[in-house]
């Protein structure tokens, strides 16, 4: 009777023990976002998420976590309580510069790190900005009265292309620049070639426009650049 009354004792301690080792149940760790690209008109956001946008998470040895394809991203996400690198960015980040046949578009890109722990609710705002920078052309009045053709080149990392106006080109600020010519026929047949320019003052996520005007002759142009911010690159929102 003893020895039973023995084990039991045992099997009852034992029980004690394994039941101590377990963990507790405990609230979620829930990350809310507000997800926006940087500059975008405040009338065209009908959702606290941006559609152009998808997200990696990422944990705290920078390896993927989670991910969620632009479109799909939710308002709440559960995570396991932990430090998390929560990347988001639009789908072009390879292929912006060959998009809108080799003219580029805009691509967003930003990472921030979070902590969270059991029973939070953690609301992450991200307006997430724009990596690289557009070039635009704007030409005076009369333009196409006074001449038949023209040719605008830009240059920079390798890249040329010609633009119009009214096009945009975009470009990477890691390339330290841009140069941009002018060549022009005007309606008498006389040909006008302008040397190429470099301007280096650039910064990611604005529009330059370079806008001609006319000289004292009215057959050569001078130029001036007028720098925007990026909320006006945002009126013609990239299609991914």
């Known amino acids: 009777m003893k020895r039973l009354l023995y084990i039991l004792l045992s099997l009852t301690l034992l029980t004690a023990c394994?039941?101590?080792?377990?963990?507790?149940?405990?609230?979620?760790?829930?990350?809310?976002?507000?997800?926006?690209?940087?500059?975008?008109?405040?009338?065209?956001?009908?959702?606290?998420?941006?559609?152009?946008?998808?997200?990696?998470?990422?944990?705290?040895?920078?390896?993927?976590?989670?991910?969620?394809?632009?479109?799909?991203?939710?308002?709440?996400?559960?995570?396991?309580?932990?430090?998390?690198?929560?990347?988001?960015?639009?789908?072009?980040?390879?292929?912006?510069?060959?998009?809108?046949?080799?003219?580029?578009?805009?691509?967003?890109?930003?990472?921030?790190?979070?902590?969270?722990?059991?029973?939070?609710?953690?609301?992450?705002?991200?307006?997430?900005?724009?990596?690289?920078?557009?070039?635009?052309?704007?030409?005076?009045?009369?333009?196409?009265?006074?001449?038949r053709s023209y040719t605008f080149r830009l240059k920079s990392g390798g890249r040329t292309v010609v633009i119009k106006q009214g096009e945009r080109?975009?470009?990477?600020?890691?390339?330290?620049?841009?140069?941009y010519s002018l060549s022009a026929t005007n309606t008498d047949g006389r040909t006008s070639n302008h040397s190429a320019i470099n301007f280096t003052d650039i910064a990611a996520g604005k529009l330059f426009t370079l806008c001609y005007h006319y000289d004292s002759d009215a057959n050569t142009g001078g130029v001036d650049i007028v720098i925007t911010d990026d909320t006006e690159i945002n009126d013609n929102p990239i299609n991914l």
């Open 18 to 147: 394994r039941q101590d080792e377990l963990p507790t149940a405990q609230g979620e760790a829930v990350l809310e976002l507000d997800l926006q690209r940087m500059g975008r008109p405040t009338m065209e956001v009908t959702r606290a998420i941006d559609d152009d946008l998808a997200i990696d998470i990422l944990d705290a040895d920078r390896v993927l976590y989670r991910h969620y394809n632009a479109g799909s991203v939710p308002n709440k996400i559960v995570l396991a309580p932990g430090t998390f690198t929560i990347q988001a960015y639009t789908a072009n980040q390879n292929t912006w510069k060959t998009a809108n046949e080799g003219l580029g578009e805009a691509c967003y890109f930003q990472e921030v790190s979070v902590s969270l722990e059991y029973d939070m609710v953690k609301r992450l705002q991200m307006r997430v900005p724009m990596t690289n920078y557009a070039v635009g052309l704007q030409m005076p009045n009369l333009w196409d009265a006074l001449f």
């Open 169 to 179: 080109a975009y470009f990477d600020v890691a390339d330290g620049g841009f140069s």
